[in-house]
């Protein structure tokens, strides 16, 4: 039969697929419509650069966000995922190297 | 890569989500929902083709997948709910497999 256990993802579970987890159940949702401040702009010109340069898709920058550990993923801003997940992407790709980022 | 799978699933075939766990094999993108593998549900309607998210993720050339909405009964997915609670949920499918009409019964009986 069922396994209860199912409702909790496993740790191998991607952030993104919280459907059913309990933690989340009945809790309001979170709005916030406020517009980019100057850190968010920076990172999000940074992205579009990125684009651009054809070195990085949003498809890619989601993925890297999806699988921030889910800790540091609740404690992080929106655009601090952002630049996690480009940061990890341009590393994962060899544009830069962690010691340049020192 | 998988095989592409394109059955061509009609509207009330009955389908079974595989039960596959690629995150425990390597970075990937999944979009099928964990708490739906291994269920079977059926086949609603064909919502169009698209490129497979899984490898736009990875910036791969990505060919279109038939896409679908599946409509799953609820209660044996979350151990709540009334009999008659559904859920509709898009699934890929390369995620989906032919499943028998007598496995419709066994649809909270999966892994």
Excluded at chain 1, 4 to 29: E, Q
Excluded at chain 2, 56 to 73: D, I, K, N, Q, T
Excluded at chain 2, 90 to 110: D, M
């Amino acid at each position: 039969m069922s396994d209860p256990s199912r409702i909790t993802p496993s740790p191998s579970v991607a952030t993104h697929d919280l459907g059913g987890a309990p933690r989340f159940r009945c809790a309001p949702v979170e709005r916030d419509e406020a517009p980019p401040g100057a850190f968010g702009k920076r990172v999000d010109a940074l992205r579009q650069l990125l684009s651009q340069k054809q070195l990085l898709t949003v498809d890619e920058l989601r993925r890297g966000i999806e699988a921030i550990p889910a800790d540091d993923y609740f404690s992080l801003s929106y655009y601090e995922r952002w630049l996690r997940s480009i940061t990890a992407l341009m590393i994962e790709k060899g544009i830069v190297t962690e010691e340049e980022l020192r | 890569m998988t095989a592409p799978g394109d059955a061509g699933f009609a509207p009330g075939s009955i389908v079974r989500v595989r039960n596959d766990w690629p995150e425990r094999s390597g970075p990937c993108h999944v979009r099928t929902p964990h708490y739906l593998r291994g269920r079977s549900g059926t086949v609603q309607r064909l919502l169009g083709r698209f490129p497979n998210p899984e490898d736009l993720a990875f910036g791969r050339p990505a060919p279109s997948r038939a896409l679908y909405h599946v409509l799953f009964e609820q209660p044996p997915v979350w151990q709540e709910g009334r009999p008659g609670d559904e859920l509709l949920v898009e699934v890929f499918e390369h995620w989906l497999e032919p499943a028998g009409a007598e496995s419709r019964a066994a649809t909270g009986a999966a892994s």
